[in-house]
């Protein structure tokens, strides 16, 4: 399993776009990259995942460069409720049962 | 909402007593994963069913067992409790054995006192 590196926190402003970066060095050719959302006393939520390039859904874009060694979560027009923490996961489909969350990136969104 | 439902919601027990969490996947979801999260540990995957069978163990305590049954609901085991099983339980599921996209329940709350 791919280690990851997130910042631990990062704060922003309502209605503006916010992009976390997850660093993962020693992906290998199978990885995926994943990323989840959790709110405190709840269970992540699935946002995202994606192989390469860009992925686009409702909630999230998932940018990643051509050597696959970083990925970008971006969110557009945060609201206060977008506070919550963000886990970026990378790996192949076969260890998804073993997944490590780490410790994810704190987005604070202030008014 | 998820979908995944999870019992109790809260469990309050003490130290030495033995308590099952349940957990009931989507409809449609064959894998059921238990995670364990607290505060100094963060999440941590537990064990891991696909259709009934063990497919993945993680960092899970002997004195914890969980099992699939075939109406894909789990059940999560915890005996012999210590102060340090304090921790939220979530229970997860996927359609696939083999899948990053989980679907995670609301979490049963477990206080060791």
């Known amino acids: 399993l791919a280690k990851t590196t997130q910042p631990i926190s990062m704060d922003s402003y309502e209605g503006q776009e916010v992009n976390i970066t997850c660093s993962h060095n020693n992906i290998a050719t199978n990885d995926y990259i994943t990323w989840y959302q959790q709110f405190p006393s709840q269970g992540p939520r699935f946002i995202i995942q994606g192989y390469k390039t860009k992925v686009t859904n409702e909630v999230a874009s998932l940018f990643i460069p051509a050597d696959r060694k970083s990925s970008t979560l971006s969110l557009p027009r945060v609201s206060l409720s977008d506070t919550a923490v963000y886990y970026c996961?990378?790996?192949?489909?076969?260890?998804?049962?073993?997944?490590?969350f780490g410790d994810g990136t704190t987005l604070t969104v202030k008014p | 909402d998820s979908g995944v439902t999870q019992t109790p919601k809260h469990l309050i027990t003490a130290t030495g007593q033995r308590v099952t969490l349940r957990c009931s996947p989507r409809s449609g979801d064959l894998s059921v994963y238990w995670y364990q999260q607290s505060l100094d540990q963060g999440l941590q995957f537990l064990i891991q069913?696909?259709?009934?069978?063990?497919?993945a163990k993680g960092n899970i305590l002997e004195r914890f067992s969980a099992q699939q049954f075939p109406d894909l609901h789990s059940e999560l085991n915890l005996s012999s409790l210590e102060l340090g099983d304090s921790a939220l339980y979530f229970c997860?599921?996927?359609?696939?054995?083999?899948?990053?996209?989980?679907?995670f329940g609301p979490g049963t709350r477990l206080t060791v006192t």
């Open positions: 997860a599921s996927s359609v696939s054995a083999y899948s990053y996209e989980q679907y």
């Open positions: 996961l990378v790996g192949v489909n076969t260890n998804a049962g073993k997944s490590t």
């Open positions: 069913y696909y259709n009934g069978e063990e497919r």
